[in-house]
């Protein structure tokens, strides 16, 4: 059962109106969208079906251009004053069966003139409308299914368009989501990196600052603190001595002293 009728009038904007039923069929699927030339099968008596697909859809699309009510028929008279006339037809069911119309106003079409529509019609031209420019083509067309999806839910569940976007949301999230892993992996590595060595790893936030694993003797204690390196074989017994920073720090290097006369 199709959710959309596209309705057109031969001899006006039948190029618009394929386009329309073309984009719609691609996102929401070829069975909910009904084009008479594409949608009755050879052999299917042609009014039957056309009555059947308006009285199932949820949602007629007039698409109007500037010739819509100028075109004639046979009799040379304007088609739009037939009773019998399929475009008429076609509105009328809809209108009154309740089911949402919507004109799509093609190129320099203007709003629907009440005054030319026979009386059946009138209420057509107080349906909002849908522009659609050839110039725009693309834009126009994603407006117009965005707004079949929004008004349609069993179109909105299938909405491909909808579900690619999803998609491409999902994975550039699950991109972003890897590459901060690996930033914050990689900070975590610098940090440590930065942290270890010297007199071992520092822990804490430097107000009350620990030393884990130290390279060398630590001494800690109140007042001056002297740090006294003793620089011997491969100055890997560095000593330290660290307090709680109250007084000044000094550092002395001293050279192993010379040993007297007497004890060589």
């Known amino acids: 059962m199709p959710d959309v009728f596209v309705n057109y009038r031969t001899g006006d904007e039948e190029s618009a109106a394929t386009m329309i039923a073309r984009e719609l069929a691609r ?37 109007i251009g500037p010739r819509w009510a100028e075109v004639r028929g046979v009799d040379d008279r304007p088609a ?10 076609e509105i009328r069911t809809a209108l009154d069966r309740g089911i949402l119309v919507i004109p799509v106003l093609v190129g320099k079409a203007t709003r629907i003139d009440r005054a030319v529509l ?57 991109k972003k989501s890897a590459q901060d892993v690996g930033h914050s992996r990689m900070r975590a590595r610098d940090v440590e990196q930065r ?39 491969d100055n890997t017994g560095v000593q330290f001595t660290a307090g709680d920073n109250s007084g000044t720090v000094h550092q002395r290097f001293e050279r192993e002293r010379r040993r007297s006369d007497d004890e060589r």
């Open 27 to 63: 996102r929401f699927g070829s069975e909910r969208i009904f084009f008479a030339s594409n949608s009755i099968e050879l052999g299917h008596r042609f009014p039957v079906e056309l009555v059947k697909a308006v009285e199932e859809c949820q949602a007629l699309l007039a698409v």
């Open 118 to 174: 026979p009386d059946d019609l009138r209420e057509l031209a107080d349906c909002q409308y849908k522009r659609f420019d050839h110039r725009n083509a693309e834009s126009d067309l994603t407006a117009l299914g965005d707004t079949l999806a929004r008004l349609l839910p069993e179109l909105g569940a299938v909405d491909r368009d909808a579900r690619a976007a999803r998609e491409r949301a999902e994975a550039k999230s699950r």
């Open 195 to 233: 942290v270890r060595g010297g007199i071992g790893n520092l822990n804490g936030d430097l107000s009350g600052t620990f030393v884990n694993e130290p390279q060398a003797p630590v001494n800690t204690g109140r007042g001056h603190q002297y740090n006294a390196p003793h620089f011997q074989g």
């Open 80 to 89: 739009l004053e037939s009773e019998q006339d399929w475009t008429r037809r």
